[in-house]
């Protein structure tokens, strides 16, 4: 392989992964001076369908046929609206070190969905790294219950970004092999349009009610990085990346985000860091690497075929 075609993968994983690192803290900030979350989350969609739509004019055109438009609203349904809600409104709610670190766990939920749905094997391995990968959730979400601000933590948030991390990995559980049939200007064009109906009717009195004139500068440009640069650059960076790039490759770059957003949290004052974290941190990072690095249901199949050859 392209050792230039490598470096420049390695590249977009990394700024990927910074960008969605930041993204937290940013988005934090924001919705402390006079954005509330659901209109954050109604900028997030609406801007995200603009820009993926723009872009789509650019690329090669995918004919959509009518149950794939309706499939894609259902895909959108788990896969955009109630995961960036869910994070978003957690997020608005929670520190942004914690909201972080329970992003990392989308892979336990995906490990559990795909074992009940499509019935892949549950190893040792695997079950150890959910138990592990829990608690260091549980220590989270108690660390939350005990704090006396949100820059340590809130259960209510804690237990929201969860759940867009459930909602994600029932996604791809469900549309795993739909989502395939598309390039991702195509997927994202509709998935972003269908989210942005689902959100506006719940979004509407906040967005209304919204002094537009009163936000400041910097809110607007930090409201522009969450949907220019968290939705839109950021995963098609990382699109590419995972076009090169072994999955056992790309998933070490999953690290990288709630150690940008610890580091940025705790030295702008927006969250704190505290010893019990630290230690759901190392909980939850071995949990994940524990499921990732287990063999799914086809790597068991093709070394029963390789020992019977």
């Given at each position: 392989?392209?050792n230039s075609r490598?470096?420049?993968?390695?590249?977009?994983?990394?700024?990927?992964e910074i960008i969605?690192?930041?993204?937290?803290?940013?988005?934090?900030?924001?919705?402390?001076?006079?954005?509330?979350?659901?209109?954050?989350?109604?900028?997030?969609?609406?801007?995200?369908?603009?820009?993926?739509?723009?872009?789509?004019?650019?690329?090669?055109?995918?004919?959509?046929?009518?149950?794939?438009?309706?499939?894609?609203?259902?895909?959108?349904?788990?896969?955009?609206?109630?995961?960036?809600?869910?994070?978003?409104?957690?997020?608005?709610?929670?520190?942004?070190?914690?909201?972080?670190?329970?992003?990392?766990?989308?892979?336990?939920?995906?490990?559990?969905?795909?074992?009940?749905?499509?019935?892949?094997?549950?190893?040792?391995?695997?079950?150890?790294?959910?138990?592990?990968?829990?608690?260091?959730?549980?220590?989270?979400?108690?660390?939350?219950?005990?704090?006396?601000?949100?820059?340590?933590?809130?259960?209510?948030?804690?237990?929201?970004?969860?759940?867009?991390?459930?909602?994600?990995?029932?996604?791809?559980?469900?549309?795993?092999?739909?989502?395939?049939?598309?390039?991702v200007f195509t997927?994202?064009?509709?998935?972003?349009?269908?989210?942005?109906?689902?959100?506006?009717?719940?979004?509407?009195?906040?967005?209304?009610?919204?002094?537009?004139?009163?936000?400041?500068?910097?809110?607007?440009?930090?409201?522009?990085?969450?949907?220019?640069?968290?939705?839109?650059?950021?995963?098609?960076?990382?699109?590419?990346?995972?076009?090169?790039?072994?999955?056992?490759?790309?998933?070490?770059?999953?690290?990288?985000?709630?150690?940008?957003?610890?580091?940025?949290?705790?030295?702008?004052?927006?969250?704190?860091?505290?010893?019990?974290?630290?230690?759901?941190?190392?909980?939850?990072?071995?949990?994940?690497?524990?499921?990732?690095?287990?063999?799914?249901?086809?790597?068991?199949?093709?070394?029963?075929?390789?020992?019977?050859?």
């Amino acid at each position: 392989m392209n050792n230039s075609r490598v470096i420049k993968a390695h590249l977009c994983m990394l700024i990927a992964e910074i960008i969605w690192g930041l993204m937290s803290p940013i988005g934090k900030d924001a919705m402390q001076h006079g954005i509330s979350g659901w209109s954050m989350v109604t900028f997030r969609v609406s801007g995200a369908a603009v820009l993926f739509w723009t872009a789509s004019l650019f690329a090669k055109y995918e004919h959509v046929s009518l149950k794939d438009f309706f499939i894609f609203g259902a895909a959108a349904l788990f896969g955009v609206t109630c995961n960036q809600c869910l994070f978003t409104l957690g997020l608005s709610y929670t520190s942004p070190v914690n909201a972080s670190v329970i992003t990392t766990t989308m892979p336990i939920f995906a490990m559990i969905l795909a074992f009940f749905i499509l019935k892949e094997p549950i190893t040792l391995k695997k079950a150890g790294g959910v138990a592990i990968g829990c608690a260091g959730a549980i220590i989270l979400i108690l660390t939350s219950l005990a704090a006396v601000n949100s820059k340590v933590g809130n259960v209510q948030g804690d237990v929201m970004v969860l759940g867009a991390q459930l909602s994600f990995a029932l996604y791809l559980s469900l549309f795993n092999k739909f989502i395939k049939k598309y390039s991702v200007f195509t997927i994202n064009k509709w998935m972003f349009f269908w989210a942005t109906i689902y959100v506006t009717p719940f979004a509407f009195n906040d967005i209304a009610a919204l002094d537009f004139a009163s936000v400041e500068t910097t809110t607007w440009l930090e409201i522009g990085f969450v949907v220019g640069c968290g939705t839109f650059i950021a995963y098609l960076l990382m699109m590419i990346g995972q076009h090169t790039l072994r999955p056992s490759v790309v998933s070490v770059y999953n690290y990288v985000q709630p150690i940008v957003a610890v580091v940025v949290s705790v030295l702008t004052g927006i969250g704190t860091f505290t010893l019990y974290q630290g230690i759901a941190i190392i909980l939850v990072f071995t949990g994940v690497w524990m499921v990732i690095k287990s063999k799914s249901r086809k790597d068991m199949e093709a070394e029963k075929q390789a020992k019977a050859i």
